[in-house]
C-alpha cells in the first residue's frame, strides 16, 4: 500500500475514533443534564412539599391559637360568673352572721340548755374529770406510790389545786362584775341583756382558759419545799396539779359552779383512791 494510503487511513481512524470520542462525551454530558434535571426537579418537588408542609402547619396553628382563644375566653367567662356567684354567698353568710350572731353566741349555754358544740358544757367537763380520775390519775399514782410519797400530801395538793383554781375564777367574775355594773351595792333590777353579756364575757375566759397550756396555769412555786423530792416526783406532782388547776378552772366558770364532790367521797378499797366519784354543782 502507498504512503498515500497509509495515510488516509490513520486520518479515516483518528477522524472515527474523534467521532466516537464526541459520541461519548455527547451521551456523557446528555446523561449529566438529564441527572441534573431530575435533581432539580426533586429538588423542587421536595421544596414544593415542604412549602405545602408549612402552610398545613401555619394553618394548624393558627385553628389551635383559635381554639386556645374560644377556651380562654369560655373559663374565664365561667370563672368570672364563679367568683360573682362566691361574693354573692359571702355577702349573704356575713348578713346571716351578723343578724344571729348576738342571739348565737347568748344562746351557748341558757339555763340547762346545752349547746353540743361547746367544748367546756357541764357534760363535757364531766367527761374531762373522768379521764382524769380513770385514766391520768392511775399513772401518776403508780409513779408517787414507787417513790413512797405520802397518799395524804397527794390528797391534799390536789384538793387544794381545786380550791385554788375556784378562788381565782371567783375573784376573775367579780372583777367581771364590776366592770358591768354588778356589785353588791348596785341598786335597781339588772337588764337582761346585761345579764347575757356578762355570761357570755365568763364564758370567752372559760374558752381561753381551755386553749391555753396547762403548766401555764399553774403558779409556780406550787409546793412549800419542792427541794425534799426527786426530779421523778416533782414531774409528776407538776403533772397532777396542772391538770386538776386547770380543770378546777373551767369547772369554777360552769354556770352554776362544778366541783368535785369531797364531802361524799368514801374510798374504795384502794387507799389511794383520793377523787370523788361524783362531782356537784355550788
Known amino acids: 500500500m502507498s504512503q498515500i494510503g497509509q495515510n488516509n487511513m490513520r486520518y479515516n481512524g483518528s477522524l472515527s475514533k474523534e467521532k466516537n470520542l464526541r459520541r461519548r462525551q455527547h451521551g ?16 423542587l418537588k ?8 408549612c402552610q398545613r402547619c401555619e394553618q394548624h396553628e393558627r385553628e389551635h391559637k383559635e381554639r386556645m382563644t374560644e377556651m380562654e375566653t369560655f373559663y374565664k367567662e365561667k370563672l368570672q360568673e364563679a367568683r360573682s356567684a362566691l361574693k354573692q354567698k359571702e355577702e349573704e353568710l356575713k ?4 343578724r344571729v350572731a348576738p342571739d348565737l353566741a347568748l344562746s351557748i349555754k341558757t339555763g340547762d ?15 374531762m374529770y373522768n379521764k382524769l380520775k380513770l385514766l391520768q390519775w392511775p399513772k401518776i399514782k403508780d409513779h408517787l406510790k414507787s417513790n413512797a410519797v405520802s397518799r395524804e400530801f397527794t390528797r391534799d395538793l390536789t384538793q387544794k389545786m381545786f380550791k385554788d383554781a375556784a378562788e381565782e375564777m371567783e375573784r376573775k367574775k367579780k372583777q367581771i362584775d364590776e366592770v358591768f355594773g354588778l356589785t353588791e351595792n348596785s341598786s335597781g333590777l339588772t337588764p337582761q341583756k346585761v ?19 396547762k403548766e401555764d396555769l399553774l403558779q409556780s412555786p406550787f409546793l412549800d419545799d419542792e427541794a425534799q423530792y426527786s426530779q421523778n416526783v416533782m414531774e409528776n406532782f407538776r403533772l397532777l396539779a396542772s391538770e386538776c388547776y386547770w380543770l378546777g378552772c373551767l ?3 360552769n354556770d352554776p359552779p362544778l366541783q368535785p364532790d369531797w364531802e361524799n367521797h368514801v374510798p374504795g378499797m384502794d387507799a389511794w383512791d383520793i377523787f370523788p366519784r361524783n362531782i356537784k354543782s355550788v
Open 195 to 213: 345579764k347575757e353579756f356578762r355570761q357570755l364575757t365568763i364564758h370567752s375566759l372559760q374558752m381561753n382558759l381551755y386553749h391555753s397550756r
Open 113 to 127: 340548755t346545752e349547746s353540743m358544740n361547746n367544748p367546756v358544757s357541764k357534760t363535757k367537763l364531766t367527761e
Open 28 to 43: 456523557s454530558s446528555s446523561e449529566q443534564d438529564n441527572d441534573q434535571s431530575e435533581t432539580a426537579s426533586k429538588r
Open 251 to 253: 369547772m369554777a366558770l
Open 46 to 53: 421536595r421544596e414544593d412539599n415542604v412549602k405545602s408542609s
Open 95 to 98: 348578713s346571716f352572721k351578723d
